[in-house]
């Protein structure tokens, strides 16, 4: 696609179910990040995943945390028994090169847990 | 203390005035990039930065690597350029964010 395409717009979910959060990054693009935003806060980096390489989970907050990316395209990003500090806006960017360049950035899934 | 520090944090403008927002860092980056947050949360790539400067449209953005200091201005602002931007450090796969400027321009 021409974009960064992300999948829902907006989620709203009761605590402690699970959510799945898509992000379709742009054709060709080898480097995928996964961001978000809590209210108030700054961009909060997650996971990037570069290629086949295994991915950079660093950022992610807990265990409760998952990514995987399938064929080195599609992302999703899951949340399993949500909480509500769970709630924020979650970015997916793509990259056509690891590091600093041709960066594009998805519209964002918001997530609200009540 | 962040690697990446905005100023302000928050700007309120009358329509037409000349802004600026200021971004300073403490890391060794690769590029500098400006992006433009809107209510809804969806984010827009303003500029990408590794020297000097660019300028697109209304929007100018300067970047003075030895000072570690990147400017981004908005002339002749208008309403529809309110909203959240962000300052980003790049280098290989990490980013450095800004917390962000929020800006309201007023009619």
């Known amino acids: 696609g021409a974009g960064v395409s992300q999948s829902p717009s907006n989620k709203v979910t009761e605590k402690g179910k699970d959510v799945e959060l898509r992000c379709d990054p742009i054709?060709?693009?080898?480097?995928l990040y996964w961001y978000r935003q809590s209210l108030g806060q700054g961009l909060e980096f997650l996971i990037y995943?570069?290629?086949?390489?295994?991915?950079?989970k660093s950022g992610l907050p807990s265990d409760r945390f998952s990514a995987e990316r399938t064929g080195g395209s599609v992302s999703t990003l899951t949340i399993q028994r949500t909480q509500q500090e769970d709630s924020a806006v979650y970015l997916c960017?793509?990259?056509?090169?690891?590091?600093?360049?041709?960066?594009?950035f998805g519209s964002g899934t918001r997530l609200t847990v009540v | 203390k962040n690697e990446v520090e905005q100023s302000p944090q928050n700007l309120t403008a009358q329509e037409g005035e000349f802004i600026t927002i200021n971004c300073s860092y403490s890391?060794?980056?690769?590029?500098l990039h400006w992006l433009q947050q809107h209510p809804g949360g969806g984010i827009v790539s303003l500029f990408m930065?590794?020297?000097g400067k660019k300028k697109h449209g209304r929007l100018i953005a300067t970047i003075n690597i030895q000072e570690k200091h990147s400017s981004l201005h908005i002339t002749a602002s208008h309403p529809r350029d309110s909203a959240v931007y962000i300052c980003?450090?790049?280098?290989?796969?990490?980013?450095?964010f800004g917390t962000g400027t929020s800006l309201t321009v007023i009619p």
């Open positions: 960017a793509s990259s056509s090169q690891q590091g600093a360049y041709g960066y594009t």
């Open positions: 054709s060709g693009h080898t480097a």
């Open positions: 995943f570069q290629g086949n390489s295994a991915p950079d």
């Open positions: 890391v060794g980056i690769s590029a």
């Open positions: 930065l590794s020297s």
């Open positions: 980003a450090g790049a280098d290989l796969n990490q980013f450095y």
